[in-house]
T-cell receptor, first 116, second 115 residues
């Protein structure tokens, strides 16, 4: 079974700073996908960024980028120029690539607070 | 373009009762997954529906059941409620094709409190 571990329960940074959230996972699969989801206090889960394991290039989405280390099974999220609206719970998630059903396996989350 | 919608937003039940939660997928999506998120935890996969059939199930007892309708909307039913069923129930929709992973889009959730 796959497991996802987020070792930082809480983080806090000042606005405009850069912050990195850690995620490690355990799997014997070779084809899979990794995601970072954001859940603001209003609670709707929003996709931040996704990474396909077969792609060596790290994914980026504006101020959000990942550092994907497949051999180390590490998938960290970097937020540059952090904004107050980035305050949220951040979840790292894993999905096997297979036909049919595809379920997400989530980590425990990191509560990120951006201070003014 | 309507996103994933869920109803109701909040629900209070007592132990032993039964509850039904509803989900309408994002336009164009035909697959619905349900997750349970306990307070302070990451979501846990309950099951997934595609073509009106349960396609995969997580580690949840048979008290949790579901249904998918021809219009792709879905219901989650929980019987014989326990205090431990108190959680945020999230619905996610997607449109996976040919093994290609499609992103799951989440609804706002239903907050269930069992007293």
């Amino acid at each position: 079974a796959q497991t996802v571990t987020q070792s930082q329960p809480e983080m806090s940074v000042q606005e405009a700073e850069t912050v990195t959230l850690s995620c490690t996972y355990d799997t014997s699969e070779n084809n899979y996908y990794l995601f970072w989801y954001k859940q603001p206090p209003s609670r709707q889960m929003i996709l931040v960024i996704r990474q396909e394991a077969y792609k060596q290039q790290n994914a980026t989405e504006n101020r959000f980028s990942v550092n994907f280390q497949k051999a180390a099974k590490s998938f960290s999220l970097k937020i540059s120029d952090s904004q107050l609206g980035d305050t949220a719970m951040y979840f790292c998630a894993f999905m096997k690539r297979l036909q049919g059903a595809q379920k997400l396996v989530f980590g425990q989350g990191t509560r990120l607070t951006i201070n003014p | 373009d309507a996103g994933v919608t869920q109803s109701p937003t909040h629900l209070i039940k007592t132990r032993g009762q039964q509850v039904t939660l509803r989900c309408s997928p994002k336009s164009g999506h035909d697959t619905v997954s349900w997750y349970q998120q306990a307070l302070g935890q990451g979501p846990q996969f309950i099951f997934q529906y595609y073509e009106e059939e349960e396609r995969q199930r997580g580690n949840f007892p048979d008290r949790f059941s579901g249904h998918q309708f021809p219009n792709y909307s879905s219901e989650l039913n929980v019987n014989a409620l326990l205090l431990g069923d108190s959680a945020l129930y999230l619905c996610a929709s997607s449109r996976p094709r040919g093994g290609r992973v499609e992103t799951q889009y989440f609804g706002p959730g239903t907050r269930l409190l069992v007293l």
